[in-house]
């Protein structure tokens, strides 16, 4: 199994609508979990961090992280255009370099 | 205001000539990372420094290398580019090591080697 493995799209979901971007990862990249997004061309910019099992918001994104199941999601409440990107997932286990997975292409159709 | 800051955005080279990318920054982080992400592909890890200590990954080819002189610059050193090495270069900072971390990227490097 690759370490942090995502679906890579393109996702798409009108204007408004909720997007679920997810994400499992390996036993190697356990530790805490960041959502970076990226546009076309354009560097990573981190969104969100979750480490503990649950949901965290902030605004209308919502990570949610289930370590039994080994799965990360990410939700995007109210989707808007500009909210179009590729949304890469990455995992780390204690100190080590974050592994990325090859991301998610997200479409939203106004 | 750009904190990790890399020159040049774009570079266009010859197939086998030298290339030097170069990252600095101005969070006096003591991580730094150059990664590579080619098209609709993950960043992949080519190196990293905590402070001075140069952590090379296992298959990063032996014709990348990496300068750091002191905590603010990072370089990336392409000896003999070759076709397969056009890719976006990422150089990204974290404050210290540890699992709650997050890595801060700047805008990149686009190379292209023709």
């Known amino acids: 199994q690759k370490e942090v493995e995502q679906n890579s799209g393109p996702l798409s979901v009108p204007e408004g609508a909720i997007a679920s971007l997810n994400c499992t990862y390996s036993?190697?990249?356990?530790?805490?979990f960041f959502w970076y997004r990226q546009y076309s061309g354009k560097s990573p910019e981190l969104i969100m961090s979750i480490y503990s099992n649950g949901d965290k918001e902030d605004g209308r994104f919502t990570a949610q992280l289930n370590k039994a199941s080994q799965y990360v999601s990410l939700l995007i409440r109210d989707s808007q255009p500009s909210d179009s990107a590729t949304y890469l997932c990455a995992g780390r286990d204690g100190n080590t370099p974050l592994v990325f997975g090859k991301g998610t292409r997200l479409s939203v159709i106004a | 205001d750009a904190m990790v800051i890399q020159n040049p955005r774009y570079q266009v080279t010859q197939f086998g000539k030298p290339v030097t990318l170069s990252c600095s920054q101005t969070l006096n982080h003591n991580v730094m990372y150059w990664y590579q992400q080619k098209s609709s592909q993950a960043p992949k890890l080519l190196f990293h420094y905590y402070d001075k200590d140069f952590n090379n990954e296992a298959d990063t080819p032996d014709n990348f290398q990496s300068r750091r002189p002191n905590t603010s610059f990072c370089f990336l050193d392409i000896r003999s580019p070759g076709l397969g090495d056009t890719a976006m270069y990422l150089c990204a900072t974290s404050r210290r090591s540890g699992e709650y971390q997050p890595q801060h990227f700047g805008d990149g490097t686009r190379l292209s080697i023709l």
């Open positions: 036993d190697r990249v356990s530790q805490s």
